[in-house]
């Protein structure tokens, strides 16, 4: 069996490392890209989907189990029963309606807790699950540890190069992301011409780009085609546990279609899904993409 | 002739308020409320419209001209004929594209200068062009000098009281704008339960709250209904000559339609042209208005 050369922490941690993983899954196209890369690795792992989020085919590819909302007692029992110590979450679920959401009795007697969390911003939301499913028995590691590849790698990725122009927008987006740092939003930004266009809420990425194209077509977004980048970038604080930005090739192309010149994240802490299908994206829309360091950020 | 009673300035800039106002009117519903309150104060005016964007029932209502954008030597040498020494820029002009302006001399004099402004966001675009005006041999200058009764004032404006945690929205509201003070975006920002949902680029108010009404409707914001602010700020360091905050009747509106508990804006410094239609609106719809105080704001 192969392991991460790297230390997770000291002796006990790295027993724990040869655990199963546990894999808890919500939407999207991540939870198979994790399991892929853990799989790889020779890491054995358990998929806990989540009921309404995960995706059957991706979840039933492995040894799996199903978990509603709120069930965090039952998730702990069973990665438990199944050997495990570590646990990554993966995936999206949109903040739910407190109605939707199931409790089993170790969660009930967190609620006030979630309730708290509930009340910040999804980070804060997060890391509340977070530490009630590690009071229950089951440590939260970060996917830098589990499956480092998937994370966008240094340096221009396709064929187009930025400009200084294109440069100087990315370090201005970047440090409109730092000053939205202590407010639990924004982990992306549209910059053209030094002209800030968008700041990305609640709307997410996709919405805020097809804004900037609407508004290109009504002209009330002037700056030349071909200019402007959309950055994407972890909050200073971020825990890099979980709500790390991603990018796919759906990225790429709604950003050549706001007329944008090119996409920039930060290396080793955005993930990407399919990376050789967001080259060929950026490569066939002519937009570059590039991933920057966290020490180049101001 | 009554004149307004604080002072302007020196024995010269008190002079030069005596003389006839240049009002360079943009579109939109302001150059209307500030023309009649500066008639009001008993100042004689001048309307400088803007070709295009000043609405010409407005405009002809008082002696006035047509200018194209760009016109400012046209602009000055005519204002100065009818004897203004001071102007002010009201109403909106949309980010034009370069090529929409028609340049005369003295402004292609300054071509350099409104290049670099246009590589800035809209607040440095305007300094540019007020910058360009003066050195012409006009003075611009503040709402607040000529027509202080269209400002928000301080209090509670409708029937509706905000509640302690309205008014904990509206203070992390207040601090988004702050941050994102430096950058030249976002005078409006939209809280709930302390999540901040929306931050404004350059889509507009409307925009941003028709965005939230959407996504409430979809379960993409799931605060309940009937809670979370909209905040109207200028920025910090704003030039308060131009292109302060505004407010009318259709932003209350949209504001309920978002589901929202209520609007707050900075008193003194977010212009409101038709107040007791805002009131109204805000009564009919069962959304709180207030004026919060600058000083209150963190």
Known sequence: MTLPERKIGGPEA????????????????????????VSRSGRPLVMFGINGWADPNVAERYSHHWVALGQVGRLVRLARLEGCRQAILIGTVLRPPLTKIRLDWPTIRAVPRILRAFRGGDDQLLKGVAGIIEDAGL??????????????????????????????????????????????V?????????????????????????????MRGQRRVTARLGTGVLVKSPKPGQDRRFDLPAIGPHTVENAA???????????????VADPMEVIASANRSDIFMVGVSEAASP
């Open 139 to 184: 440590q939260i590691v970060g996917l830098d540890q589990v499956a480092p590849e998937i994370f966008v790698p240094e340096g221009v990725l396709a064929r187009r190069q930025p400009t200084e122009r294109d440069k100087a927008d990315i370090a201005r987006a970047l440090a409109v992301i730092a000053a939205l740092g202590p407010f639990d």
């Open 186 to 214: 924004g982990q992306a930004a549209i910059v053209a011409d030094n002209h800030v266009l968008a700041v990305e809420g609640v709307e997410g990425t996709d919405n805020m780009l097809a804004r900037i194209a609407e």
């Open 257 to 271: 279609r706001a007329g944008l010149a090119g996409v920039a994240v930060t290396a080793g802490s955005t993930l």
């Open 14 to 37: 790295s027993e724990a490392g040869q655990t199963p993983l546990a894999i808890v899954c919500g939407g999207g196209s991540f939870p198979a890209a994790v399991a892929e890369a």
